[in-house]
């Protein structure tokens, strides 16, 4: 093992990033620091992301959706989420990288979870493996924790689990509700969690657990009270083909971008602007004096 400093390079702006590691996350929390957190699928926005300097970037399982086209996160598996989380790593080099471990990878049994989260680790490269379910799933994360893997917690609305809820709706909006929650944050931080992510709950509910575990709440749909705040990056940029969720924010119009420059690069093929002489490759001078030569030659021959 080296002891020498993991330092990270510097942003766009020129300020010197350090690599964001677990601890870095729990110290974040504990100096009131909010946590910039966002999905990546692949080498280039992952890279992207990363020298925007945001902390924490999650291959999340909504890779389904927005990038496979799945109506849900259901049928991803662990070699598809693997291929992708394989890719992002090549893209981060500071952010913290997680991976959430797909539906039926870690449900049927502890020693499967851990064989495969321990995949995520030895061949994606990931740091932190994320798994849905509270205080039912608390004993499983314990033992994947406890076989070297960092586990983030993920309540609320757990997209795995839309079968059960009967859709994608907001969780904790009564008083049992609010109290399964509360059990369901507090075994999880008891379990050791690295942190604990939010998912459609009422911002009243997410204040509530985030002073109440030690461990870094990330919020999506839960207020502004969380330790950090996680959007996937689909939402984000607008590539989501359909009307946001109340809690999204579009920073950027990626369908805009994209399909204007489609479009014009289409034009230019049908028109013949594209592409130009200055486009184009060109025979060495001596080349093509000598091809002249020959073309001339056979032109003579024929007359
Ligand atoms: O899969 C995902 O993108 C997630 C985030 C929404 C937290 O789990």
Do not use: W
């Amino acid at each position: 093992m080296s002891l020498t400093a993991f330092t990270g390079g510097s942003s766009p702006s020129g300020t010197p990033i350090t690599k964001v590691t677990m601890p870095a996350l729990a110290e974040m929390k504990r100096q009131g620091k909010p946590i910039s957190a966002l999905t990546a699928y692949d080498y280039a926005t992952s890279r992207l992301v990363d020298e925007a300097g945001i902390d924490l970037i999650l291959v999340g399982d909504s890779l389904a959706m927005v990038v496979l086209g799945h109506d849900n996160t259901l049928a991803v598996t662990v070699d598809e989420m693997l291929h992708h989380v394989k890719a992002v790593r090549r893209g981060v080099k500071n952010a913290l990288l997680l991976a959430d471990m797909p539906y039926g990878s870690y449900q049927v049994d502890s020693g499967d979870a851990i064989r495969n989260a321990a995949r995520f680790v030895k061949e994606g490269g990931a740091e932190v493996v994320k798994m849905e379910g509270g205080e039912k799933r608390a004993d499983l994360i314990h033992r994947v924790i406890d076989a070297e893997i960092p586990v983030a917690g993920h309540i609320g609305l757990t997209p795995q689990s839309v079968n059960v809820l009967g859709g994608y709706k907001v969780q904790g909006k009564n008083l049992s509700g609010i109290e399964q929650l509360m059990r369901d944050a507090v075994a999880l931080d008891r379990a050791g969690v690295a942190c604990i992510y939010l998912e459609g709950i009422p911002r009243e509910v997410a204040a509530m657990i985030t002073a109440e575990v030690s461990a870094p709440t990330i919020g999506i749909g839960a207020g502004p009270e969380c330790d950090g705040q996680v959007l996937v990056f689909h939402d984000l940029v607008n590539l989501t083909f359909g009307p946001p969720a109340k809690f999204v924010r579009r920073y950027g119009d990626a369908t805009a971008l994209i399909t204007h420059a489609v479009q014009a690069y289409r034009a230019d093929v049908k028109s013949h602007q594209y592409p130009s002489d200055a486009e184009s490759y060109h025979l060495p001078k001596e080349t093509k004096a000598g091809l002249e030569t020959v073309l001339e030659r056979k032109r003579a021959m024929r007359r």
